[in-house]
């Protein structure tokens, strides 16, 4: 693990981190502003993410330059994929946090709520009869919750389905079939894209037609704040998977030496392996 | 580990960098970002520590003096924030910026861009942490720890403050993931994990620590936002959520943080004192261990900073003897510490002053731990000075001792000068002394029942008080010294020695000039 030979590739003095620096720097106070209802907000937020995306722009496409003049040795390769890896991690963290809001909420806060010994809750709003899906105690509309049999099933196909095209392409990389690896990318992008499509068209279906919001109490709360930061990763995978595909389409990447595809990849299953958490906690259950 | 300097040749030549402002802002070097962090937590550090003096100022004697309640709160809040993830994350951060390199004998980082862009993240969060002050509203008022209900209150000055949590924990994934990257990766040949020095093995733990909790402090910081912001009812008993949730996932990474904050100080520890005591460390594979063994115990001890807030029995006895179980680790490491110096030829330079300072008031903070872990006892001292006093034994004799011997031990190979060794002494006594006076005695206010974040108090506790805050503002006066002596250091003309710790046994001393080159181990070492 630890033998190196040669030479690691640290690269020369850049700019993009102080230039992402400034786009987080708008972003944190035009995020702080615009919450506030305050007009400067909107344009700092803006501006920030505009210069964000300018460096993401430069910034990966100065390491696909890199990597594709050979300036990437093994080693270096090697520490992408330790990098990836702990990334990837730190997201599945993230994901930690919500799942386990979603577990306290269902087992022991909504339960603890609905106990008739706990005087406190029950003088405060009456009687609250628990169970799950709920809105809380509290003063919520009817709502209906989201079933799980309708679109999220047919999304849960499409996602699995998008790992299996993405293997597929992995595949054809592998054995140097360009042709049909572009196929199976742009085959992954259009199911990662319909996947958002049929998101975003629930979403529209819940808040017209089951009153089911953001603010509808516990139940709304995760529902939109689980399926809403995964569907945020699936649009960012999209989006790199869309890169790789012009990548390729460009001639990047050999049989041997292909992380930026590899690391893509992986980013993919990682979403897909939440969905089926999903899938099972939010929808299912 | 033959001391050879063959591969000093050819360093030098290729110093090639944009000079003047430039060269900090885009720089890729380890060594230069490491500087960067380190100036930026001294400045967060005494940001922070006026605050610090305004709260001491404020209890110096009892009734309002300089600052009004709301006021009180924010410096509260904000001195807490900034200590933690302004000044002691970041100088430790500065530190392994430096250091692992040097250690492994790896040319830089992993990953030296981003390496760049961990550091100016930090900048960004300090402006909107520092003038969240200047904001209708005001600061953050409800505390370091920011639980709703009150922090789901407030304006603009808490939002400031949540995003630039955020941004912080950001930085720290990607320096997180840029250290184990590197010590997993870039290790000289022949260096096997269990030949790493400790500093590195203690970064080691703590990056994957920082990979475990920060996400999750993200995690909550955006559910604290949408319950501010967006009608979501996470913390909100009405919609069926739960204050106490808050506490349990801010725990869940705050109680990791703590160990994030105190276990690179135990590798600066025990780099310094087997070199002063000129013995190799005593017991090296179970340190490791130990230090493995408290990461993992500090993801489930997190609810003993709820015990108060209702918790089943079962719950309570389960965390409290958790808790009480990484007494055992630890005890491991200071036993260690020991028994390296039984027998040695011990020599007491400043480094091992701070060291040796370390090793008796962190074992105090560390025995106070324990006591606040027994259920009974920690409902009685929730929420009093007995809980502060505790944890500035750990992060200002633990964590920030360990910081500055770290500093008086790696200024001759950083500048290339030696430090002022007189004044470097001045500066443990006073310290030393002055932080007793003022942490030790906020024991007994505590046990007195003196509550924390409250800026007035009953006449019982003024004696106490004045004593404490005598003893902050000799502590802060105290710091001022160190700035000069680091200045001094840096602008001195006397190189420093090749070799000034005879007793020192690590890549950076044995393989590296005096100071380190711009680049080092370009080409890297053979370790045997």
Redesign the interface.
């Known amino acids: 693990m630890s033998q190196q030979t040669g030479h690691y590739y640290v690269p020369a003095p850049s700019t993009y981190p102080v230039i992402g620096s400034t786009a987080l720097l708008f972003m944190g106070f035009g995020a702080a502003l615009t919450m506030n209802k305050m007009e400067l907000g909107y344009g700092l937020l803006a501006i920030g993410f505009a210069i964000l995306i300018y460096m993401c722009f430069r910034w990966f496409g100065t390491v696909a330059a890199e990597s594709e003049s050979g300036k990437y040795g093994l080693d270096v390769d090697k520490s992408f994929r330790w990098g990836m890896t702990w990334f990837i991690f730190s997201e599945v963290m993230f994901f930690a946090a919500f799942f386990g809001a979603l577990y306290y909420m269902r087992v022991l806060s909504v339960p603890w709520l609905a106990d008739e010994s706990q005087v406190l809750g029950q003088s405060f709003w009456g009687a609250y009869e628990g169970g799950w899906p709920t809105t809380g105690p509290g003063e919520h509309a009817a709502f209906t919750p989201m079933g799980a049999w309708g679109l999220p099933a047919i999304n849960t196909l499409i996602l699995l389905t998008s790992g299996v095209t993405v293997t597929y392409a992995h595949w054809a990389l592998k054995e140097g079939r360009r042709d049909a690896l572009k196929k199976w990318m742009l085959a992954t992008v259009f199911l990662g894209a319909l996947f958002i499509g049929l998101q975003g068209y629930e979403y529209v279906h819940a808040y017209n037609d089951l009153n089911l919001r953001l603010d509808t109490g516990a139940y709304g709360s995760t529902f939109f704040m689980l399926t809403g930061f995964h569907g945020f990763h699936v649009t960012l995978g999209t989006i790199m998977l869309l890169v790789i595909y012009f990548r390729c389409a460009a001639g990047h990447f050999t049989p041997e030496r292909h992380f930026g595809f590899e690391g893509v990849a992986w980013y993919w299953h990682f979403v897909d392996v939440v969905w089926l958490g999903l899938f099972i906690f939010v929808y299912l259950l | 580990m033959a001391a050879v300097h063959g591969d000093v040749h050819g360093h030098g030549h290729d110093d090639h ?2 000079t003047g402002i ?2 900090w ?4 070097n380890h060594k230069d970002i490491g500087s960067m962090y380190l100036w930026f937590s001294l400045t967060m550090f005494f940001t922070g520590g006026f605050l610090a003096m305004g709260i001491r100022a404020e209890l110096f004697q009892p009734g309002i003096q300089i600052l009004e309640p709301e006021l009180f709160n924010s410096f509260t809040t904000l001195h807490g924030l900034i200590m933690v993830f302004g000044a002691i994350m970041p100088a430790f951060v500065g530190f392994a910026n430096w250091q692992i390199p040097m250690m492994v004998g ?3 980082m ?5 390496n ?2 961990s ?3 930090l ?3 300090a ?2 942490l520092v003038s969240s002050f200047f904001v209708p509203g005001g600061a953050a008022a409800g505390g370091w720890t920011f639980y709703p209900p009150l922090s789901a209150q407030g ?2 000055g808490v ?2 403050m ?3 949590v ?2 912080l924990g ?1 930085s720290s ?1 990607m320096g ?3 250290i ?2 590197t010590v ?9 994990l269990m030949k790493m020095p400790m500093f590195v093995w203690t970064w080691l733990i703590t990056a994957y620590l920082l ?6 402090l ?3 910081v ?2 604290l ?2 319950d ?7 913390f ?7 204050p ?2 808050f506490q ?2 801010f725990w ?1 990474f705050g109680h990791p943080e703590v160990y994030i904050m105190i276990l690179p100080a135990f590798g600066i520890v025990s780099e310094i004192i087997p070199t002063f005591s000129r013995k190799p460390l005593f017991g090296y594979s179970s340190m490791v261990y130990a230090t493995a063994s408290i990461a993992i115990l500090s993801c489930i001890v997190w609810a003993h900073h709820m015990f108060t807030a209702g918790m089943p029995t079962v719950g309570q006895l389960f965390f409290m003897y958790a808790t009480m179980l990484i007494a055992v680790p630890t005890a491991v490491k200071v036993f260690n510490w020991t028994a390296t110096m039984w027998k040695g030829e011990m020599t007491f330079e400043t480094p091992m002053l701070f060291a040796i300072g370390f090793i008796f008031l962190f074992v105090i903070g560390g025995f106070s731990g324990v006591i606040c872990a027994i259920v009974p006892i920690d409902i009685q001292v929730q929420d009093t000075y007995y809980v502060i006093a505790h944890f500035h034994y750990v992060l200002v004799s633990g964590a920030l001792f360990a910081l500055f011997g770290g500093a008086y031990y790696w200024l001759p190979k950083w500048t290339g000068h030696m430090y002022d060794e007189t004044l470097g002494k001045w500066h443990f006594w006073l310290s030393m002394i002055f932080f007793n006076m003022a942490f030790f005695v906020q024991h007994f206010l505590g046990l007195a029942g003196m509550p924390r974040r409250i800026p007035d108090y009953a006449l019982q506790f003024a004696d106490f008080n004045m004593i404490s805050s005598i003893g902050a503002f000799g502590f802060g006066l105290t710091q001022l010294l160190f700035v000069y002596i680091v200045i001094k250091c840096i602008r001195s003309k006397e190189p420093a020695p090749e070799k000034p710790w005879d007793g020192a046994k690590t890549l950076e001393w044995t393989h590296l000039p005096t100071p380190a080159p711009y680049h080092s181990f ?1 080409t ?1 070492p053979v370790v045997k």
């Not at chain 2, 802002?25 to 890729?28: D, E, G, Q």
């Not at chain 2, 997993?184 to 096997?192: D, E, K, S, Y």
């Not at chain 2, 990979?211 to 999750?216: N, Q, T």
């Not at chain 2, 501010?228 to 996470?234: I, L, M, P």
């Open positions: 960098h944009p430039m060269r802002v885009t720089t890729t790896a040319p830089d992993a990953f030296a861009r981003m760049n862009w550091f100016w993240l900048i960004p969060a402006l909107l304006g603009l939002d400031m949540l995003f630039a955020h941004i950001a994934i997180a993931i840029n184990i990257t997993l990766n870039m290790r000289a040949p022949g260096m096997t990979v475990l909790a920060m996400p999750v993200a995690g909550v955006t559910m936002i949408t501010r912001h967006f009608g979501t009812s996470f909100n008993a009405a919609g069926g959520g739960d106490v949730l349990h996932i869940f370009e890297p």
